[in-house]
T-cell receptor, first 114, second 113 residues
C-alpha cells in the first residue's frame, strides 16, 4: 500500500499561471482533504470531500478549486496563482467511520509562486 | 471556533531525557490525535485517543486523554535524535463539522546528541 500519494513534489509557478495538484489514496478511505502549511500558521484546511461526490470549503478556500474525481482521487486547482499561495500543500484521507477521525497525510507539494 | 493551544512552542533537550508536551482547549473534544512531522515530510499519526482518561502507549511514546476532555498530554521517554520534528495535536470539530480536524500549531522538538 502506498497510502496517500501527491504529485508533483515541487513546483515553481509565475504569478497568473494555473496548475493542478494531484492526490490519490489506496486505503479505500471515504474522506479526503487539502491543507496548506505556512510557517507559524500550522495546518489550515482549504477544501475537503466528506465522501465521493461531495466537496466543501474549509478555512481558506479562496483562490482554489477542487475535484473529487472518484473515491481514490482528489485534485486541487489554482486557476491564477498568486505569491500568497506559496506554501506546502498536503493531501490527507480518512476512513471516517464511527468515532474514527484519523487522517493520513501525503508527503506534500512544495509550491513557489514568483 | 475551536482552538487548540500547544505548549511549549519549542524545546531543546539532551539525548536520553524525557519530554513532556501538552495541548489544551476551551472546548470539549471526543477524540485526541497526536501527529509527528519530520522535516520535509507530511505529518504521521502517532497515537489516537477516544476515551476520557485513556492512557495509550506506542513504543517510547505515551499519550493521555485528559479527564476534563479539554486537554491531552504526550510524553516521550529516553529521547533519541530521530525524535526531532514537530508534534501536533488535533481533534475533530463538533457536530456536523466532525469531518474536519482542528490542529494545534505544534511543538518543535530538538534533540542535542
Amino acid at each position: 500500500n502506498a497510502g496517500v500519494t501527491q504529485t508533483p513534489k515541487f513546483q515553481v509557478l509565475k504569478t497568473g499561471q494555473s496548475m493542478t495538484l494531484q492526490c490519490a489514496q489506496d486505503m479505500n478511505h471515504n474522506s479526503m482533504y487539502w491543507y496548506r502549511q505556512d510557517p507559524g500558521m500550522g495546518l489550515r484546511l482549504i477544501y475537503y470531500s466528506a465522501s465521493e461526490g461531495t466537496t466543501d470549503k474549509g478555512e481558506v478556500p479562496n483562490g482554489y478549486n477542487v475535484s473529487r474525481l472518484n473515491k481514490r482521487e482528489f485534485s486541487l486547482r489554482l486557476e491564477s496563482a498568486a505569491p500568497s499561495q506559496t506554501s506546502v500543500y498536503f493531501c490527507a484521507s480518512a476512513l471516517f467511520r464511527g468515532p474514527n477521525n484519523e487522517q493520513f497525510f501525503g508527503p506534500g507539494t512544495r509550491l513557489t509562486v514568483l | 471556533g475551536q482552538q487548540l493551544n500547544q505548549s511549549p512552542q519549542s524545546m531543546f533537550i539532551q539525548e536520553g531525557e524525557d519530554v513532556s508536551m501538552n495541548c489544551t482547549s476551551s472546548s470539549i473534544f471526543n477524540t485526541w490525535l497526536w501527529y509527528k512531522q519530520d522535516p520535509g515530510e507530511g505529518p504521521v499519526l502517532l497515537i489516537a485517543l477516544y476515551k476520557a482518561g485513556e492512557l495509550t502507549s506506542n513504543g517510547r511514546l505515551t499519550a493521555q486523554f485528559g479527564i476534563t476532555r479539554k486537554d491531552s498530554f504526550l510524553n516521550i521517554s529516553a529521547s533519541i535524535p530521530s525524535d526531532v520534528g514537530i508534534y501536533f495535536c488535533a481533534g475533530p470539530h463538533s457536530g456536523a463539522g466532525s469531518y474536519q480536524l482542528t490542529f494545534g500549531k505544534g511543538t518543535k522538538l530538538s534533540v542535542i546528541p
